[in-house]
């Protein structure tokens, strides 16, 4: 049977990650840098013939604009036959309320689960002007490696809270043979990739731009109990933190 394969990928460069501002939840969108990115991360996985049954973005601008350049080139050139007959069964219908698009055959789905974190009053800031503007907090996070809550932001528990969420309604939704890309951003990836692990604490990474990290999975025994789930042939990492088509002439 075939696994159904999970691609995390971190969107292209932003303005906002080009002038090294913390983003959190304000909108940037791509620099002409990001672009250039994008188009060779679409290049790549279209040679590696991936055709995605289903599309899971941020609905942050960087991230949009990510996937639609991704998609963009699916569309315009025609899918090598190896991956037409990977995706046939039909999808569950979609929640009300739910934003969703579909482009041909690929239905992109825009999660709020999926966005970056909420870092309350230094969106948008880069670190010199935190500093300037909240000159005790800034030295408290600088001398301290204790989670130091920011006015305004999101806690730690809900991130993960977030992430668990949208992990499990991944994992009930999609089955074997379903390919599937989740758009994201580079802090909130760090947890949805501890819940896809089953990780009681979260690890730093440090995803570059269009990095992909790719796990393939036997979801028809995903909710085993026995000794399967130490069977590494059924949980498999395929690729972390891969970025190595940016090293690439450009497309």
């Not at 279209?46 to 604009?65: D, G, H």
């Amino acid at each position: 049977m075939k696994p159904l394969k999970l691609l995390f990928i971190r969107h292209a460069q932003s303005v906002g990650n080009q002038q090294k501002r913390m983003q959190g939840h304000g909108e940037f969108e791509l620099s002409a840098e990001g672009k250039r990115q994008a188009e060779k991360l679409a290049h790549r996985l279209l040679n590696e013939a991936w055709k995605p049954s289903w599309v899971y973005s941020s609905p942050q601008k960087r991230a949009v604009q990510t996937t639609e350049i991704l998609l963009s080139r699916f569309l315009a050139e025609p899918l090598p036959a190896v991956v037409s007959d990977l995706v046939d069964d039909l999808l569950d219908p979609i929640e009300p309320g739910i934003a969703l698009s579909t482009t041909q055959s690929i239905p992109v789905e825009y999660a709020d689960e999926l966005r970056e974190f909420q870092n309350g009053i230094f969106q948008g800031l880069t670190w010199a002007e935190a500093k300037a503007k909240y000159p005790e907090l800034c030295e408290q996070l600088e001398n301290s490696t204790d989670w130091i809550q920011i006015p305004g932001a999101e806690s730690l528990e809900a991130a993960r809270s977030r992430s668990r969420a949208f992990m499990l309604r991944l994992l009930d939704r999609h089955q074997d043979g379903e390919q599937i890309w989740i758009v994201t951003h580079s802090w909130i990836m760090q947890h949805l990739i501890a819940e896809l692990l089953g990780c009681d604490r979260s690890w730093r990474l440090h995803p570059r731009n269009t990095a992909l990290f790719e796990f393939w999975i036997d979801r028809s025994r995903w909710h085993r109990t026995d000794q399967n789930r130490f069977n590494t042939d059924l949980w498999q990492i395929r690729r972390f933190n891969d970025h190595h088509h940016l090293a690439s002439n450009p497309v």
